[in-house]
């Protein structure tokens, strides 16, 4: 009664007089009608439904939703008119709380429904009246309105007189609100739906169908298609109720099929809604960014027509527009989300402000409740009252709670969509050369890690405005509770707020350099993971898990300091409330004031509500930090320039000739440009950002021969350049090749050839046509430049696909063309071997098939898009003769015969049929004419000029002749690959619940000790929390019978000059405002008295410091088990790959292996431990809690009985379906990762194919089917917590009905109460929060049981040693294979057949064979990578199966044609272990003629950057030959080590291997006839087997002998 007295002054009755009084009115009839208005109002705008883009509504509409605003608006300002009418008009103005209260509440409503109708503009409405339920709840507030007028009635009726009830200034207010809501009514009646006419809806044609999917999605290996008994479950939302919306009753379609283990892949999902479909949020988010730069464009020259057109169709290439930097930064992620998301984000404040709000209502009962039952006399009737009235509050309070989460959550994702997006699509814009400051490691991150940060933005902001205002008004509570004491409890607070900034401040720098090292550590497991065959050929698996472990201790020893500070942050904020409560006692009963129940447990509920904002503070500033890091790093990345291709390629043609398909007029091009506009860059930077352009320029340019370093520049290049100044010489980074003074003319169909020696720039040349480099001068004008290029790389990209669409790359299938492009490209017989034909699946990068099969199928590809242009990068030099001459014949002069080509290649044979030869030099045009004058040139190399050989390809792989494949290329596509053609396995994905397997294997990883200690401090910090709390209880019942009238106030009312006691009330609510007089009772106190107080205060104090230490050790404890587990589980994850068998990553993407390390250790580093930190302890809140209530109210057992049963079910219920959702989550996330991945190595053959849009569409597709998987995640966890929520306000109306009942048969002890019902109160959360926290734990137990699976799962190579080899052996190099049978797994045929033969000490064998013989088979098997079925291989009189691994790949040496070299110097490439100094390192790279490159690089020391890309792919081949000159081995294997250098460095090279390998076995597998015609003797394989075994002089000398027709064939 004492509350509703300070809320409603003297009208605390609910009839008076004939009519509701006026407190009743505004609390019942205005502000709950208007409170329920509001809700409505904000859950409209903030999901707004069946919303169509570009509607033009009619001038009706508009004039109908502007009516109905300006009634809105005039509604509020009615309201505050009356709040300042009342104060000025009168001249003792009596309002009351409550008349603040409703007018603010009415000033708000119409406010946010203003606000909420202005947002119908655009929506197709229903007649435009609105929402239904908008509609409904308008007409509740009329009641309070109705009720209103017929008090004014009465009021003139009756003739009283204005001083009654002040209605002078009520009455003009309530009736001009009445006169409004007229006229908003008037406005609901004529029907204004806009005519169709003016509604300009989307082209059909142009946008997909809700419930259409990407045919290549669906038909994706990783995810499962759907049950044959599933129904579809269609749109979300969609035709649901608003009660439906309201209980989330639409969501068990979901859970019910989650429940009977239905849910298996995301066809089993809801679709999403329209406002959160990918395609309609990326538009309008990139519509925001690029809305300053159509502005500029406009501006300029006229742009052509298919770059001005805003929606493109598949088949024509989007055109980017270089910006400058500045109007770049002037638009930021952080302004064009705020632009995007702002109104709908900022609005749903109010929900939370308001939701907020009701959690106050909570402790506001409770202390009528408790002064209601310690006061005996009070009515019955009221604590009925304050018990409904705690029911509604923490009812609407959980509603709105909520609705808020599900709100927040939807634009959270689509914020992630627009990001991911934006990311793509910015990737696909920047040039290659742009693109190379960030590491292909840091962009994926982009996409993953950061776009995950910033998502969370959302929650974290209104968190941060929201805890603030909610421990304000907790601190305000308490001062109307205990008056002055409060302040204690502000200046706890004020000591701790610079130390958590200063924390905050410090994880935010850490959390910057974990980022960092967790780049860095990602790039190098992605560039050891790519590189796997040659670590494992050289052993240097030790070597690169102790580089990746240091990198993880650095990662580590960031996350170290950040969970330590965060335990910090726990310790402070958990120990706050009891120490505030501590401290404010304390000063209170210090004072003389004696405390009550009442007092006591309204201050413990707030303390409990301060528990949340209090603890979760310290983690909103961390995401907010967080979420600035990621958004600085996306803005850095967002702020790079984009292509201008209308600035690179000239807009008018020659004027000469009209002929000419392509133009370039003393162009000067290069790969870096250092300007004095970007004083970030510096030198350094200049090199290091090489370090992406293999991968994304020069021409997909992993293969580039003119790569960054053997034609460095000198002062002879830049005077030649004339015109180029000291400046621009100052400019140019040393060592950046730079093409100078080009000119050249290409007539249509005409075939141009152009040759050079290794870094001449002959690829360069291409990849300035394709603007992939920067043009400092000159124009270049190209032909229809819309319809792009045919390009062919020397490293073929190849799609995870099948063959057939990878030719088709997005093309219609045209039977006869394809055809046609199969015999051009001569694979009709490879497709005979593949065992699905064309079907058959590639794996990752092409591992399945070998160098000529991928260089013809890209050839194929680049043939079939028919295009005008083709740019061909060495096409013939990844086959053998014939078929290099098929190609050429057949292809290039065949189909594309009518075609304008141009021809990178050494063959230069073929070139006598060119129409022009250009020769490259040292980035300039040297020479140029006809075949036969440069052919004849003296200044051409005689070598080059008469060789058949290759130069600048990656794999020299023959296909039909002298070579099979490089380290079983050819035969790996039979290995793992099934009938359908399908290779790569799909990623298992477990079902039910997560193992107790898994829980025990985090529990083995935390520690066997540490795990129970933490449990163990968890458990009593919980227990002196709620024995602290039981002291109080104790402590204030026992008071209150020594002295029950103390703290009492004697509280009158001025009605008249008598004053007469109303009653007698506690001082907890009781406002010393103007209309109140009153006066204390005397306190008094005894000696005994106080040495109680002292006994209470001293044993709360024991159990408060208590509490402080247990929470200490709990925070730090659980922090450092969290680190245990993380270094542990990473460390037996990567011993366990690196374990792996090579078949593993044949059938295994690569992308799928670096989602455990990234995304699913990431979450254990740092989302698990978190989770479970606030599992553990909301757990042990709700064990205590209970416990307590129980105690309190012994009855309440039977409640609780039922209420358990409910919550088990409805817990176990939701967690079905929640595993398995996280689990489409995780298998649907990873083809985005590997989609981006992929697109990122081929970016420069998309870009050039213009093949943009398709792959921005193929993005959005994987990223729909993914945010599907995520918002069916996140609805499902809003189904939980409104059941949830329910619960808990049964619990609380339970209590509070159950606690009335005993007070009505005198059976209650207000302390236990009060006690009971404040944890109660908190019971509400802590139900939704263990079962939600449960579930996340789960979740994130998901990544714990995908990183186990591969540690246990994984096939580790055999190596069990039984012998220990002497340190000499192999001291002679003798190999004997002895009948060995050896298939690649089981159930395909041998790749070896009784394989037999046996070599001299220091003997030179050539290996030869064709296609699937078996050559590299014999490599394999000799370095044990795969095992055989019988026989045994002998070295020098030991079975190699029975020493170990390491010890045998260690004492051989192989140079391997895919030549391998990891970021690092050249010291760590050649000499990862220091055991050579660095004249022996000097020596070798002198022989192998890489001296004046790795001068040109820096030395030594120089940086060779992400798998070598500072070299040329010819260099990196005479790195791997240097590193195998510096070992002692005597056994030398060679795959085809030469294939991409010249003839003449070729001979060189040969010459030093004989030299050098005089006395040592060399195998050598050959590709060119001379390599291996001065082997001692020559080994044929044959089906497996050995045809031919004898010295190369004698088999050719016969004529039937298989190597006489193999030279024969090749020489022709």
Known sequence: MSFMRGLCGNETKVWNDKDFSQCFTDLVFICITHVLFAICSAYHLGNRVRQISRIRPSRRYLAVLICRIAVSLSIALVSILDIVLELLVKNKPKLEIIDYVTNSVVFVTWILHAVAIWSFRFQLINKGRGPISLILTWFLTNIGTAVQLRTVILHFKNGSTATDHHYDVKTGTILASGCLQIVYLISLLPPVKAPLSEIRLLDPASVRSINEESQEISTSPLLQTSSADSQPLGVAEDGSSCLSKMCYYWVQPLMLKGSKGHLRSYHDLFHLPRTLRTDYVSGMFI??????????????????????????????????????????????????????????????????????????????????????????????????????GLFLSTLISSLSSVHFNYLINKLSLQARAALVTSIYQKTLSVGATTLSKFSTGEIVNFMSTDVDRVRNFGVSFHAFWSLPFQVGIAFYLLHRQIGLSFLVGIGVMVVLVPINYCLAMKIGSLNQGMMSAKDSRVKMISESLFGIRVIKFFAWERHFADKISSLRSEELKKLKGIKYLDAFCVYFWATTPILISLFTFMTYSSLGNQLTAAKVFTCVALFNILVVPLNAFPWVLNGLMEAWVSLKRLQKFHELKELDLKQYYSQDPPSDDSNHDLSINNGCFQWEWLSRDDPGITKEDSLDSRNEIQNRGSVDGDDSDDELILCHSDDSDDSALGNDNDDSQSQQPRGVLRLKNIDCQVTKGELVGVIGYVGSGKSSLLSAITAEMIKEKGCIWVDDLDQGFGLFTQDPWIQQASVKDNILFGMPYNQEKYGAVLDACALRE????????????????????????????????????????????????????????????????????????????????????????????????????????????TDLPVAMATSDSKDETPRAVNEKSLDDEEVHQEARPQDGVEENGNLIEEETKEVGVVKVHVYWSYWKAVGMCLAPSILLSLFLMQASRNVSDWWLSYWVTHSEHTNTSKNNLTVFTPVDNNYQPIVRIPASFVWSSVGYVYHQISRNGSASDTSDVSFYLTVYGSLAAANSIFTFFRAFLFAYGGICAARILHKRLLTSILKAPISFFDVTPIGRIINRFSSDMYEIDDSLPFVMNILMAQLYGLIGGIVVTCYGIPWFTLLLLPLGILYYFIQRYYRWTSRELKRISSVTLSPIYAHFSETLTGLVTIRALRASNRFQSENKDRLEINQRAQFCTMVAGQWLGIRLQMLGVAMVTGVAFIAVL???????????????????????????????????????MVSVERTVQYIEDTPDEKDHAILQSSMSWPDSGCISFNNVYMAYRPGLPNALNGVSFSTKPGEKIGIVGRTGSGKSSLLLVLFRMVLIRSGNVVIDGVDISHISLHELRSRLVIIPQDSFLFSGTVRENLDPIGEHPDTALWSVLYRCHLTTAVQALGGLEADVAERGKHFSVGQKQLMCLARALLTNAKILCIDEATASVDQETDQLIQKAIREEFTDRTVLTIAHRINTILDSDRVLVMHDGKVAEFAPPALLLNDRNSMFYGLVNKQTK
């Open 287 to 388: 519509k925001v960014v690029n809305k300053h730069k159509k502005k500029r464009i406009n501006r300029q020259e006229s742009v052509p027509d298919s770059v001005q057109k805003e929606n493109q169709s598949d088949d024509t290439e989007v055109r980017y527009y270089e910006t400058d930097s500045k109007d770049d930064k002037d638009v930021t992620l952080l302004r064009a989300l705020h632009k995007t998301f702002g109104l709908k984000f900022y609005s749903l404040g109010f929900l939370k402000l308001f939701s907020d709000s009701l959690t106050f209502a909570g402790p506001i009962f409770l202390n009528a409740l408790v002064s209601f039952m310690e006061n005996q006399t009070e009515p019955i009737a009221h604590g009925y009252y304050y018990a409904g």
């Open 830 to 937: 490879d497709l005979k071997i593949l065992p699905a034909g064309d079907f058959t699946e590639i794996g990752e990068n092409g591992v399945t098939l070998s160098g000529g099969q991928k260089a013809r199928v890209a050839l194929a590809r680049a043939v079939y898009q028919d295009k005008h242009i083709y740019l061909l990068d060495d096409p013939l030099a990844a086959v053998d003769a014939h078929v290099a001459a098929h190609l050429f014949t057949q292809c290039i002069m065949g189909l594309l015969a009518n075609k304008t080509r141009i021809l990178c290649t050494h063959h230069t044979k073929y070139l006598k049929e060119a129409d022009r030869i250009i020769v490259m030099s040292e980035g300039r045009i040297v020479n140029s004419g006809l075949p036969e004058a440069v052919l004849r040139s």
């Open 1302 to 1340: 005993e007070h009505h048969f005198q059976t209650v002890n207000p302390g236990l109460v009060g006690l009971a019902i404040s944890y109660a109160l908190s019971i509400t959360s802590l139900l939704s929060g263990v079962v939600s926290m449960f579930t996340e734990t789960e979740k994130e």
